[in-house]
């Protein structure tokens, strides 16, 4: 009997063409759980397992497709795949080359826009601390809006119904369709170059989520977050809220309620502006008073210190005063003492030895002096 004897490159070979004559080499669709998955970074290529409960099959989405996923697979996620069955001959190994994925149950679109809004979170670009107040009085507002939309329309209208000295700017762009992002983003850079803007508008009217998609654009949402003016977003209905909602300063439902935002009735600004007097008279009283107590402090303060200090130098002069008495050598005639000096030089005389007989001397009384001569002296000796 003779034996067909395959290389392994005629059985992979064989393989390979009995399964692409099976499938017939077209797209099929997969289900099963992304397993070992790997994004090469060099290629781009990613390389993982789908499998079920029973078994797995190796596949591989190159760059050119997975450019086009909206969303990247992680372990553990269940995805429907759209793929071609081949055969790997130099392993033998037989794959899934995979040209569309979608996550299973959950639309590739809602998937993206949620690991947006937790990309954009983790950045800080949703953070309420950082949104800014709306001016009091508005005199330019820009807005971004498509020129010929019901949106612009409703804008001006309520703006100029409200207060008809503003001046609106508008900076048109398409607010849907594929060129929409980027018409948006050269809309807002055209008003950020102007001077004297009070705020932004960007709005269209209510539509599918679909018509919304340029809103949750990425580009849109990090050119709002750098507005050197505060932005109100009015881009859907009330049950809309797209990410250019979420970055920016204030939200409105639909265009006229950002109008009515962006400026006030001169009703409003009289009664805004009486509160703001009531509270400055306040304020002002309440200062006025909280200073005059600190004074009052201060001076009863001042009054026991300054009696204090006062009280302290009269004890002190006191004192002083009794040192200077008792050191006072007049003080020591009132006992009956007397200062004796020669009349003719002044001189003191504190010896019997220094006077001589008809010496004429002074003595000085502690009333009064005395005039003298020197009848006779006694030495007392030396001690």
Not at 50 to 79: H, W, Y
Not at 126 to 147: A, E, M, W
Not at 212 to 226: C, Q, W
């Amino acid at each position: 009997m003779d034996r067909k004897i395959y290389s392994v490159s005629e059985l992979n070979s064989s393989i390979k063409d009995a399964i692409e004559l099976e499938f017939g080499g077209e797209t099929i669709w997969v289900g099963g759980e992304i397993s070992g998955f790997k994004g090469h970074y060099a290629s781009g290529h990613w390389y993982f397992s789908l499998k079920d409960k029973q078994s797995q099959i190796s596949a591989v989405c190159f760059r050119g497709n997975n450019q086009q996923i909206k969303f990247t697979p992680e372990n553990g996620m269940d995805v429907i795949c759209a793929a071609r069955v081949g055969v790997y001959e130099k392993d033998g190994k037989y794959q899934l080359y995979v040209s569309a994925m979608e996550p299973k149950g959950v639309g590739a679109d809602a998937l993206a826009l949620e690991k947006l809004k937790q990309k954009l979170f983790e950045e800080g670009l949703f953070d309420v601390s950082k949104k800014r107040p709306l001016p009091f009085l508005s005199r330019r507002i820009g807005v971004v809006t498509s020129p010929s939309g019901a949106a612009v329309r409703d804008v001006i209208k309520v703006i100029y119904r409200r207060s008809p000295n503003v001046e609106v700017v508008i900076s048109p762009a398409s607010v849907q369709g594929d060129s929409a992002p980027a018409e948006i983003t050269r809309a807002l850079d055209r008003l950020y170059g102007m001077e004297g803007l009070d705020l932004v508008i960007v709005t269209r009217g209510g539509g599918s989520k679909e018509d919304l998609r340029a809103f949750n654009d990425e580009g849109v949402a990090r050119k709002i977050a750098v507005s050197p003016f505060p932005v109100i977003s009015a881009v859907g209905h009330e049950v809309d809220v797209t990410i250019a909602d979420l970055v920016s300063d204030v939200r409105a439902a639909t265009p006229s309620m950002a109008a009515e935002l962006a400026v006030k009735e001169k009703r409003e600004v009289l009664e805004d502006l009486a509160q703001f007097r009531r509270r400055l008279d306040f304020s002002l009283t309440s200062r006025i008073d909280m200073f005059s107590m600190q004074l009052d402090g201060l001076a009863a303060s001042f009054r026991h210190h300054m009696t204090s200090r006062i009280e302290n130098l009269e004890r002190r002069i006191e004192n002083y005063s009794g040192k200077l008495t008792s050191l006072n050598p007049f003080s020591v005639l009132e006992r009956g003492y007397a200062i004796v000096s020669k009349e003719e030089s002044g001189e003191i005389v504190q010896d019997s030895r220094m006077l001589e007989l008809k010496e004429k001397l002074v003595l000085r009384l502690s009333r009064g002096r005395a005039f003298c001569s020197v009848e006779g002296t006694e030495n007392e000796p030396q001690v």
